[in-house]
């Protein structure tokens, strides 16, 4: 008979002394006399702590490795870092950091690690390349570990204590180099790029640039999730960045993003608005138009399809496909000079193309020119109008009209 791994141990008695007795991982834990009150309480306290430390007993905290702790961190950061059971990319990103963190200290004990060793990583990350930032963001991901790890009781919490004396790298107090800001994309570029985008990639682009929402709230946007009965149209995305807060997300839709959105809720209720299937049917429609060979000659029309593509148009764009579309067209709309090397054009490439994102800068900084700080806040759906400044770039005319009249 198979041996049920996701049973519990059973309150048993021991015939030999009449106490009650569990078994956990091989080990006998005797609890006091049988069916009594207090044996009871220590069996659930100890199978609840046992469940709760991933059904195994807990290990000695000044005898963890740190190779063992990033093993125990990788397995909570998969479960946990989900949404909609789809990874959030956390788990992902953290695993970079965390093979330097194992190749450097993997057979040091936990208890030994301290502020220095975690400046020594630090030091290897800039040593790499890496920027400020982001040297900030590994770092931090490490003192997160800790702190899961401290939290569970599978490390000294003072480990984790002498681990917040490390500050983040200040800017020009470092050799780590500084990453350029993120602009706002011009509505000239914009509309340069426009005509070398899908119909429907268009429509996500002109939505966005108007509401200033999220890539990923264009993205998932579906007539179902649209309040059309007011003036100015309601959308709650089903999912967006900041629910795990159990904050709310209403982005409101003017006359001109309506007439963008109105096509595209013709559909079901529970489609996605902006589909790549569409895209794609309208892509080879077009090229079928503009066919010039005879119909009689030649491929016919869905002949030279493949029956099992490696990969095909799904129900919803996502983040990347929506970006590496818009990419695509730059890289149209903004041709490489033809004397460029391969290298220079690459650079090239990579300098005149814009992200989804920046349309939502865009749009804050006008928002928050015409309408002030407050109300690009309220739009861009911020709670802290701290992260609103990095989106809206500061209307500097207003400070020139000022000097013009006192200076």
Not at 86 to 92: D, F, K, P, Y
Not at 307 to 316: L, W
Request: include cysteine.
């Amino acid at each position: 008979m198979p041996r049920l791994k996701n049973s519990t141990p059973k309150y048993r008695l021991h015939k030999a002394t009449g106490q009650a007795i569990v078994t956990l991982d091989g080990q006998d834990f005797y609890l006091g006399p049988y069916g009594s009150r207090p044996s009871r309480r220590e069996y659930e306290r100890l199978i609840g702590e046992w469940l709760q430390n991933g059904r195994s007993l807990p290990t000695d905290p000044h005898a963890v490795t740190i190779a063992e702790l990033i093993n125990a961190y990788r397995k909570h950061a998969e479960a946990y870092y989900v949404k909609n059971g789809q990874s959030t990319g956390t788990a992902e990103n953290m695993r970079p950091v965390m093979r330097l963190l194992r190749g450097l200290y993997g057979d040091s004990l936990v208890k030994d690690f301290g502020p220095l060793a975690l400046k020594a990583v630090r030091q290897k990350l800039i040593g790499e390349g890496q920027a400020r930032m982001y040297v900030n963001e590994n770092v931090e991901r490490i003192r997160r570990m800790f702190k899961w790890a401290a939290g569970d009781e599978l490390i000294p919490f003072e480990v984790y204590h002498r681990l917040t004396a490390v500050e983040g790298l200040r800017k020009g107090r470092t050799e780590a180099h500084e990453t350029p800001p993120i602009p706002p994309v011009a509505d000239e570029v914009v509309e340069h790029t426009v005509p070398h985008l899908s119909t429907v990639v268009a429509d996500m682009v002109r939505f966005q640039r108007l509401t200033g929402c999220r890539p990923g709230e264009v993205c998932i946007l579906r007539p179902f999730d649209v309040d059309t009965s007011g003036d100015v149209w309601t959308y709650r995305p089903e999912s967006h960045k900041t629910e795990h807060h159990d904050r709310d997300r209403i982005i409101m839709i003017g006359p001109q993003a309506q007439d963008v959105l109105r096509p595209y809720l013709l559909r079901e209720s529970q489609a996605y608005c902006f589909c790549p299937a569409d895209s794609e049917r309208k892509r080879r429609q077009e090229a079928h138009e503009q066919r010039a060979t005879p119909l009689k000659y030649g491929n016919r029309p869905g002949t030279n399809r493949k029956r099992k593509p490696k990969r095909s148009a799904g129900d919803s764009y996502t983040n990347d496909s929506y970006r590496r579309a818009i990419h695509r067209a730059c890289d149209k709309a903004f041709p490489a000079p033809a004397e460029l090397s391969e290298a220079e054009s690459k650079e090239w490439r990579s300098r005149q193309r814009w992200s989804p994102n920046q349309l939502r800068h865009t749009a804050a900084t006008e928002i928050r020119r015409q309408f002030g700080l407050e109300a690009a806040q309220v739009t861009l759906g911020h709670s802290n109008a701290n992260v609103t400044q990095i989106y809206a770039e500061r209307d500097l005319n207003k400070a020139a009209e000022i000097m013009r009249a006192v200076g």
